[in-house]
């Protein structure tokens, strides 16, 4: 998973310990193509968003596949869904340990603005083992497994060459332009930055 994830770091090892603690609550195996989806809290900019990566790595779920998705709320918590059962589970951190790990020689180190990759691995593994051998119920709030309505969102396979910059571009993101008979330059298929439309639809103000 640190390969994975690029260093070693305590919040990511609490995603890991997060994710497949709601595998096992839900009793449901790893994702491999889209059989779970997980929604995750952390924000952007966040600065312990490495929990995602975690959880990524424990459930199977990545923004590859399309079934890790967003709700930026700042927190590290995550709501895991399994579609065929309906049922989902949502977990969070426990701020328990806040303030050993915030006291751990490596949070110090990181404080002062050095990078995780030149901490010395016994200040990296000391906070790392506290997250992943402190009691489960020390670390994370474990919800209850409930019903869930989630419908997996619809995805769609077609392409098409952006009539401008020659660059392939999902359906769902590709524009018209030009739609008058009278206009110049017909009726192209086009990319959003090619189109001047945002992505909603909306005119770009000048």
Sequence with gaps: MFEFHGHKCWASALGLRAGLIALRELGSP???AKTLYTILE???NHGAGCFGDGVQYATGCTTGKGNLLRNPRGKLAFTLIDPQKRKQIRISFNPKIREQIAKSNFMKKRSQGIPPTEIPEE???EV???VLNAPEEEVLFIGKVEDSNFEPPFEV???EV???CGEIVSLPYIR???TNKACSTGNKKVCIDCSGYEE????RKV
């Design 30 to 32: 790893r994702s491999g």
């Design 42 to 44: 952390t924000g952007y």
């Design 123 to 125: 200040d990296v593994w």
């Design 128 to 130: 790392v083992n506290l």
């Design 157 to 159: 396979m077609g392409m």
């Design 162 to 164: 952006c009539e401008i």
């Design 176 to 178: 018209l332009l030009g």
């Design 200 to 203: 909603g639809f909306e005119k």
